[in-house]
């Protein structure tokens, strides 16, 4: 269960409770491009997030959120649901109930769950589900967000990049190329964000961005 980079499974290892609700979450990432490191480096970003902010942060509730907040993206990415966030929602719920959770924290961690999906655009109303969603779209954007959206490409069998097809003015879930989801998305994800911290971590991943995409166009035309 240890890992140098997880403070998740360090926080499980003293915590009987999170250890219960992560060995349920296991279960349910698949895919490459939201697998469990995904929720890994989530946990991390939020937690920082958290210390970096002023007041009080329920950070039970903020882990609970964060470590289940993506148990219902296979089913999306199979085809079976449309809402990935709803619905994960009603199984962080099922899973809570189940193992005695308390009800009021429960309705505070699906609404975190409810609300992070990027393309719903919805404004989170409290402190906890802001640093899930903050924390959740710094995980798409930088060098990690760059190796995501490849990855993603290559199981969605999506074109590197395609100059006779430029980019969706608005994102509607698909990009025809992958270089088109860094337009489309990826390079407005900084200016959805919640609080400050996330927004200062989000300035440097938004920079090695375009140096990417900068010297991909330049590789791709054969100019260096």
């Known amino acids: 269960m ?52 002023p007041g009080s942060v329920d950070l039970e509730v ?20 449309e809402d990935h966030a709803y619905e994960g929602a009603k199984i962080a719920r099922e899973i809570l109930e189940k193992l005695n959770f308390p009800k009021e924290k429960i309705d505070e961690v699906a609404y975190c769950i409810s609300v992070h ?11 906890e589900a802001q ?16 190796a995501r959206a490849f990855a993603r490409g290559g199981w969605m069998n999506t074109p590197f990049w395609d100059p006779e097809k430029p980019p969706k003015p608005d994102y509607d879930g698909y990009s025809e190329t992958v270089i088109n989801h860094f337009y489309e998305k990826l390079l407005k994800i900084k200016d959805t964000l919640n609080t400050e911290p996330a927004k200062k971590i989000a300035e440097e991943r938004h920079r090695y961005m375009l140096e990417f995409i900068d010297r991909f166009l330049k590789e791709w035309q054969g100019l260096l």
Do not use: C, W
């Open 62 to 81: 903020l882990k609970i959120a964060t470590i289940l907040h993506d148990v219902a993206r296979h089913l999306e990415d199979e085809g079976h649901i």
């Open 2 to 53: 240890n890992s140098p980079y997880s403070e998740l499974r360090r926080d499980a290892s003293r915590d009987v409770m999170l250890k219960k609700i992560l060995d349920e979450a296991m279960k349910y990432y698949r895919s490459s491009h939201h697998d469990f490191s995904h929720v890994e480096r989530v946990y991390n970003l939020a937690m920082r997030i958290a210390r970096e902010l």
């Open 117 to 127: 999906r990027f393309r719903k655009g919805e404004k989170p109303r409290t402190i």
């Open 131 to 146: 640093i899930l969603q903050d924390a959740d779209r710094l995980d798409a954007i930088g060098a990690i967000g760059i």
